[in-house]
């Protein structure tokens, strides 16, 4: 049974950076896809960034420039740096990873917050 343990949420001022982490367990195999998602109150889910196998990258036009994903050495781990944080990047942050190179995939994790004080 796949799990997904998130990390790294938390309150940071305006400006500031947070790096999320999130580690996939359970199977036996390398997830093609892996990608973080982000939901705010009142809002739906959506895509910040998604990563696929060979390393090629997609980010939401609203966090070019300020947030990197990049995937870890076991390959089962993925990583959000956020840097230059605003108040609307609070939400929850959810990590999705999945067996192919769509997305989002069929696993997710349980959600950790991200607050921006201004």
């Known amino acids: 049974q796949v799990q997904l343990v998130e990390s790294g949420g938390g309150l940071v001022q305006s400006g500031g950076s947070l790096r999320l982490s999130c580690a996939a367990s359970?199977?036996?195999?390398?997830?093609?896809?892996m990608g973080w998602y982000r939901q705010a109150p009142g809002k739906q889910r959506e895509l910040v960034a998604a990563?696929?196998?060979?390393?090629?990258?997609n980010y939401a036009n609203f966090v070019k420039g300020r947030f990197a994903i990049s995937r870890g050495p076991t390959k089962n781990t993925v990583y959000l740096q956020m840097n230059n944080l605003k108040p609307e990047d609070t939400a929850v942050y959810y990590c999705?990873?999945?067996?192919?190179?769509?997305?989002?995939?069929?696993?997710w994790g349980q959600g950790t917050q991200v607050t921006v004080s201004s």
């Open positions: 999705n990873v999945g067996y192919s190179s769509s997305y989002p995939g069929a696993y």
């Open positions: 359970g199977s036996i195999f390398s997830f093609d896809a």
């Open positions: 990563i696929i196998s060979g390393g090629v990258t």
